[in-house]
Every structure is written in C-alpha cells, then in structure tokens.
C-alpha cells in the first residue's frame, strides 16, 4: 500500500510542486545574494570617491601638502588614521604626484611607490577601480589633491574586498529568512494542491487516474454514439409504421431498406477488417448515425488489413472518439457541404495509422500545439469535458509509443500506433 501511495497523482503533484517551490527560493536566494553584493560594490565606490574627494579640497590636506615630505607625513598619518577609525574605509593613502606615499596604514609602507593606477588621477582626472595592493584586493578612488592649478599630490581611499563581503553576509539573514518563509509557504500550498488532489482521484497512481479519465470519455463518446444511432433508428421505425398505417407500403419499405443499407456498409467494413476492434467498431456504427443527425457527411474508409493497435478497447474508444467528436464539431460550422472521413490503414512497420478530417475551419497558426494542451479549447467551456480530449488523446497514443499531429486543407488528425503483435 506504501508504494501504491507514493506513486499516487496526489504525492506526485506535492513533489513536482515542492520542487518548483524550492528551486525558485534557490533562484530568488541567489539573486537577492548577487544584488546585495552589487550594491555593496557601488557604495563602496561611491563612498571612496567622495572621501577621497572631500580630502582633495580639505584645507588641511592641502597645506601639509606644501609641505617636505617628513613634514608632510607626520601632520596627515594621524589625520588619516582618524578618519579610518571614524569611516567604514580601510585605507587612506596620500602621496606624492608620483605615487611616493606619505601615508599608509601600515606605516613601513610610507615613503613607497602606491600599488594602484594613478595616470589620469596626474591628469587631474579622476580613478575609481578594483586593484590588489598592500591590504589585498580593494575597491578605491584616486583624486589628485590641487592648489593654484597645481597637482600638489594624489588623495586615494579603499574598501577592501574581505570587507564588502563581510557587508554582505550581515545581509544574508534576511535574505535566507526571505527564502525560509517563501518556502514554507510554498510546502504549504503543495500541501494544499496533495489534499485537494486526493480528495478527487485518492491514492490512485497517475496512469490509473488517466485511466479513469478515459474510462468516463469512453463512455461519454460512446453513450452519445449509440444515443445517436438509437435515435436515428426510432426515427425511422416511427416513419415506417406511419407510412403502413396509411398504406404507403412501399414508402415504407424504402426507408427501412435504407436504414439497413447505410448501417450494413459499415458493417461489412469494420468485420472484414481482420484485427478489427470490435468496441471501436460499434462506436463508428453510433457517430455515423450522430453525423447524419446533426447534417454532417460520414465517409469511413476501413482497410480489412489494418492491424489492432496495442491499446485497450477503452483507449482505443477514447482516441478515435475524441477526435470525431472533435471533427464533427467543426464540421458543423463548417460551410457546405459539411463532411467527415475517418481512415483506418496499415502503415509502415505493422503499424496502424488512423486519420480523421474534417471540413471545418481549420486550426489557426496562433494556436498551433495548444491544442494539446489540458484545459484548452476554442469552444465555448461546458460540462463536456471541454480542453481534455485532445490532451488526453496525445497521452494516450504517446504511453503507448505511437505519435499524434494534425494539418490544415482540411483538418486532418493523424495517428500512428504500434500494431499488436499476434
């Protein structure tokens, strides 16, 4: 019973569901990672740039400049160092138009070349780039320090790459807590979708569940059909009697020869066929009669040496039934003359090809494979199972290893199925 449940649609709509709902916490997770990220990366660079700006035109800054070099170092490295304890920045260094430093966190690197680009910064441009220095990878911008129109020297602040990802796991929290609470709502819905399935199909697999589908469009394709030919048939007894009553014997006898006549051709069709269906037989006989019903031509051209497919009389009832209630369908509001054939021939390879076509409109370019689709229809929606048909014809002939597809001028279906070995 255990592997009966597991396999069950229920369980298999909570797994498909489950797994949708994780891989996109996953993607959502990861995303919201690689934005958090960028936008560290492009406040560090903006916080740089504008120390580094602000430094360029402090007045301080600009004097000890001035200044010779030892001078120079001792009045900015404790003003720089400051300003790294007081801002989220790992570096300040202040050099040199040549790049000799005049300060430095470290202070052995004071009075050494800056590892960085610095050419446009000499320009009097501006330079903001990721570059591995002293400290390690970093994020930093370069100003050149002016007065008077001279480059007296070069501001330049950095944010290592260690810290921006350390800004970034502070975000994480939340992002993973974002991710946690979409996933539990995500299981809480499959849930939902396991309970309400089950309460339809219970612990029923799939392909048990597609069986019962087919089960009832059998019967509904097949009851129509034999509605139809009930029907015809109670017409013309109806007729007959009256026309005996007013002794118009041989009116009478027309119509019931007829009757017999259209009925025994393809009678004599489906029993020549050797491997005949006979369900699927008795069907053709009921949508020959729902054809003549609803003002529709029925042709049926049935090879005697057409092999039996390898599906059941209950799939085989649900494939070619739904495709000529589809093809009586659009026939119907077709323009004249409105007609039906339905060919069963032996194709390649032992197989059985079925056709059915139509003189109906036609199916458009926009809809194209829709039409295979569950739940779609072009017609209006009802309690005729409208948007199953077609998808369930496909499901059908592809279990069992065969191809369906149709074409246009006129409609046709086609179906190739595997023929049943003897």
């Known amino acids: 019973m255990a592997s009966r449940v597991g396999s069950s649609a229920a369980s298999r709509v909570f797994v498909v569901l489950l797994a949708c709902v994780v891989t996109i916490s996953a993607v959502l997770a990861t995303l919201l990672a690689v934005d958090a990220q960028n936008s560290e990366r492009a406040d560090a660079e903006a916080l740089t740039l504008s120390l580094a700006n602000t430094l360029a035109r402090t007045p301080s800054v600009i004097e000890a400049m001035s200044q010779p070099d030892t001078a120079a170092s001792a009045a900015l490295e404790p003003y720089a160092l400051s300003l790294i304890d007081a801002t989220p920045v790992d570096f300040i260094t202040l050099m040199r138009p040549d790049g000799i430093r005049l300060t430095h966190p470290d202070p052995a690197q004071i009075g050494k070349p800056y590892l960085g680009t610095i050419a446009a910064a000499q320009q009097g441009g501006t330079i903001t780039e990721e570059f591995t220095g002293t400290l390690g990878p970093s994020v930093r911008s370069v100003v050149p320090v002016e007065a008077d129109g001279e480059i007296l020297g070069l501001a330049a602040v950095g944010v290592t790459v260690s810290s921006l990802g350390q800004q970034v796991w502070a975000r994480m929290p939340f992002v993973l807590g974002l991710a946690a609470v979409l996933t539990a709502l995500g299981i809480a819905a499959a849930l939902a979708a396991r309970r309400f399935t089950r309460r339809l199909a219970g612990d029923l697999p799939t392909s048990e569940v597609r069986d019962a589908v087919s089960s009832y469009e059998s019967v509904r ?13 109670g017409n013309r007894m109806h007729t007959a009697v009256a026309l005996l009553e007013l002794g118009r014997t041989q009116e009478a006898i027309d119509i019931l020869t007829e009757t017999s006549r259209q009925s025994q051709e393809l009678v004599d069709q489906v029993a020549a066929r050797r491997d005949g269906d006979p369900t699927v037989g008795a069907l053709l006989l009921g949508k020959a009669a729902q054809a003549r019903e609803r003002g529709v031509g029925w042709d049926a051209e049935i090879d005697p040496l057409a092999p039996r497919s390898t599906l059941s009389g209950i ?20 323009d004249e003359p409105r007609w039906v054939r339905v060919v069963f021939a032996r194709a390649g390879g032992g197989a059985l090809e079925i056709r059915v076509s139509d003189s109906g409109p036609g199916i458009s370019a926009d809809v194209g494979e829709r039409i295979f689709e569950h739940g779609y229809s072009s017609k209006p929606a009802g ?16 279990a069992a290893g065969g191809a369906v597809d149709y074409s246009n001028d006129p409609t046709t279906f086609q179906v190739i199925l595997p023929g049943r070995l003897q």
Do not use: C, F, K, Y
């Open 315 to 334: 799939d085989g009832v649900s494939v070619v039934g739904n495709l000529i209630d589809n093809a009586l369908d659009a026939a119907s509001v077709g």
């Open 221 to 233: 394709t097949l009851g129509e059909a034999l509605r139809a030919q009930t029907h015809e048939h």
């Open 383 to 398: 309690t005729t199972g409208r948007g199953v048909g077609l998808a369930l014809v496909r499901s059908l002939v592809e």
